[in-house]
T-cell receptor, first 114, second 114 residues
Framework: DTEVTQTPKHLVMGMTNKKSLKCEQH?????MYWYKQKAKKPPELMFV???????INESVPSRFSPECPNSSLLNLHLHALQPEDSALYLC?????????????FGSGTRLTVV | AQSVSQHNHHVILSEAASLELGCNYS??????LFWYVQYPGQHLQLLLK??????LVKGIKGFEAEFIKSKFSFNLRKPSVQWSDTAEYFC????????????FGKGTKLSVKP
């Protein structure tokens, strides 16, 4: 298995809803990442997990809450989002966290906040 | 801070034309370099990567890129484009300066006319 699987593919949520995005990989990768991509913009790093511990939080608002239950799973819990949070949320993984590893990206969850 | 520059915002070519997309980065130390492609409505796919060794890297779908360290550049080339190459192309870099995190350029949209 050489894929990163993200669910759901599409999500529409209201500003008072609570939802979660899920990311899964079975490549034995020990680093996992959440990126946010607005339309016609490059992906921007949100969080880095290394060996199931949060290593980087790029000043992301607390309405986004990541969770890494085990080495294969990465969740992003969403609560009280704003319409400007609508974007493509990408999960990625790499063999380890550091300079020498390439990333595998999932297909993303397209989130619309209404 | 580390940055990646893609100078061409939108490139329009006819089929069979040759392609060169520019990418420059700002970090002076050891870097790893990547080109990703994103077809309309799809996820990021790795075209090619450079970690070390031969600075001329060959990737999938007939793409290649050349790392020129003295120019801090990693330009993407293809001798003859096809309509199916229409997509957004992102250059990305990771390094010790970015703590191994992947930093993306703003992307270049390629439109190929049949």
């Amino acid at each position: 298995d050489t894929e990163v699987t993200q669910t759901p593919k599409h999500l529409v949520m209201g500003m008072t809803n609570k939802k979660s995005l899920k990311c899964e990989q079975h490549m034995g990768h020990r680093a996992m990442y959440w990126y946010k991509q607005k339309a016609k913009k490059p992906p921007e790093l949100m969080f880095v997990y290394s060996y199931e511990k949060l290593s980087i939080n790029e000043s992301v608002p607390s309405r986004f809450s990541p969770e890494c239950p085990n080495s294969s799973l990465l969740n992003l819990h969403l609560h009280a989002l704003q319409p400007e949070d609508s974007a493509l949320y990408l999960c990625a993984s790499s063999q380890d966290w550091g300079q020498d590893y390439g990333y595998t990206f999932g297909s993303g969850t397209r989130l619309t906040v209404v | 801070a580390q940055s990646v520059s893609q100078h061409n915002h939108h490139v329009i070519l006819s089929e069979a034309a040759s392609l060169e997309l520019g990418c420059n980065y700002s970090y002076g130390g050891t870097v790893n370099l990547f080109w990703y492609v994103q077809y309309p409505g799809q996820h990021l796919q790795l075209l090619l990567k450079y970690f070390s060794g031969d600075p001329l890297v060959k990737g999938i779908k007939g793409f290649e890129a050349e790392f020129i360290k003295s120019k801090f550049s990693f330009n993407l080339r293809k001798p003859s484009v096809q309509w199916s190459d229409t997509a957004e192309y992102f250059c990305a870099v990771n390094s010790r300066g970015s703590q191994g995190n992947l930093i993306f350029g703003k992307g270049t949209k390629l439109s190929v006319k049949p």
